[in-house]
């Protein structure tokens, strides 16, 4: 009928009384769409934990007059869709609401993540991050992290970004030293520790560590510890100015923080 009576799809079925949904077309891949497929395809490569929003907003980022709609089907049609992790139910307990930073440098979260070299050693980094913005401040690599490499890396994030309020930790033996609270008091910052086994009191740096974990050190495997610096440096530049985040509309944290 479409073909014969030069007629819409849509029509036809409605004459047929046939759904839409239920009629198979072969899928033809329009002369236009090619350009628009090929950096669709060039972003999931490079970005293989983005799905079709980041993708969508990313394209829209670079100059691509491109519809939503237009741009999930193609996703959807070269077979991109991220797996879909289902999550055990369990049963509601009290919640105490995480405080919401209202400005810059109202809190910083800070936490460690691990991994191994091909080598078998293990080396540990610090991630930092703004709660207001989500910006990765600093994140520091090497085998040992003590205490005093803790206070380093803060002094000179204070130094670039300015003193924040409070800092939110879990109770690590790093965290709670008597030489970190030392510092917090002479910086008259206010140094917070989650309650023990709570890690959802600390919901924005670990958000953050899952990201980190799935786009780095999950992603790669590494021979030394220089390389290891390197990619985090690489990545850390993309984070906080390429990666949309939808917790903030889709803006990269350094735009959210220019706008606000």
Same mark, same amino acid.
């Given at each position: 009928? #479409?073909?014969?009576?030069q007629i819409s799809q849509r029509k036809a079925c409605r004459w047929v009384g046939l759904s839409r949904n239920a009629l198979v077309e072969p899928v033809l891949i329009k002369e236009k769409d090619k350009a628009l497929i090929s950096q669709i395809e060039q972003l999931a490569r490079r970005h293989k934990h983005w799905g079709v929003l980041k993708i969508y907003r990313r394209l829209r980022k670079q100059g691509k007059l491109v519809n939503h709609k237009r741009i999930r089907r193609l996703y959807r049609s070269l077979g991109l869709s991220l797996r879909r992790k289902t999550k055990k139910r369990l049963p509601d307990s009290a919640r105490k609401p995480l405080p919401k930073a209202m400005t810059c440098n109202q809190c910083w979260s800070l936490d460690f993540t691990s991994d191994n070299l091909t080598g078998g050693r293990k080396f540990r980094t610090l991630n930092l991050v703004d709660? $207001?913005?989500?910006?990765?401040?600093g994140i520091e #690599?090497? $085998?040992?992290?003590?205490?005093?490499? #803790? *206070?380093r890396l803060l002094a000179q994030l204070v130094e670039r970004y300015g003193k924040p309020e409070r800092l939110r930790s879990d109770n690590g033996?790093?965290?709670i030293s008597q030489a970190l609270q030392d510092w917090c008091k002479d910086q008259s910052i206010e140094l917070c520790? *989650?309650?023990?086994?709570?890690?959802?009191?600390?919901?924005? *740096?670990?958000?953050f560590n899952g990201t980190f974990r799935r786009e780095v050190l999950d992603a790669h495997i590494f021979t030394s510890i220089r390389q290891v610096r390197q990619t985090v440096a690489d990545w850390l530049v993309e984070y906080n100015?390429?990666?949309?985040?939808?917790?903030?509309?889709?803006m990269t944290p350094i735009e959210y923080r220019q706008a606000a």
């Amino acid at each position: 009928m #479409v073909d014969q009576k030069q007629i819409s799809q849509r029509k036809a079925c409605r004459w047929v009384g046939l759904s839409r949904n239920a009629l198979v077309e072969p899928v033809l891949i329009k002369e236009k769409d090619k350009a628009l497929i090929s950096q669709i395809e060039q972003l999931a490569r490079r970005h293989k934990h983005w799905g079709v929003l980041k993708i969508y907003r990313r394209l829209r980022k670079q100059g691509k007059l491109v519809n939503h709609k237009r741009i999930r089907r193609l996703y959807r049609s070269l077979g991109l869709s991220l797996r879909r992790k289902t999550k055990k139910r369990l049963p509601d307990s009290a919640r105490k609401p995480l405080p919401k930073a209202m400005t810059c440098n109202q809190c910083w979260s800070l936490d460690f993540t691990s991994d191994n070299l091909t080598g078998g050693r293990k080396f540990r980094t610090l991630n930092l991050v703004d709660d $207001y913005n989500r910006e990765a401040l600093g994140i520091e #690599v090497d $085998y040992s992290l003590p205490a005093r490499r #803790v *206070i380093r890396l803060l002094a000179q994030l204070v130094e670039r970004y300015g003193k924040p309020e409070r800092l939110r930790s879990d109770n690590g033996p790093e965290f709670i030293s008597q030489a970190l609270q030392d510092w917090c008091k002479d910086q008259s910052i206010e140094l917070c520790w *989650i309650e023990p086994g709570k890690p959802t009191q600390n919901a924005y *740096i670990e958000r953050f560590n899952g990201t980190f974990r799935r786009e780095v050190l999950d992603a790669h495997i590494f021979t030394s510890i220089r390389q290891v610096r390197q990619t985090v440096a690489d990545w850390l530049v993309e984070y906080n100015t390429e990666r949309p985040h939808q917790a903030l509309k889709f803006m990269t944290p350094i735009e959210y923080r220019q706008a606000a």
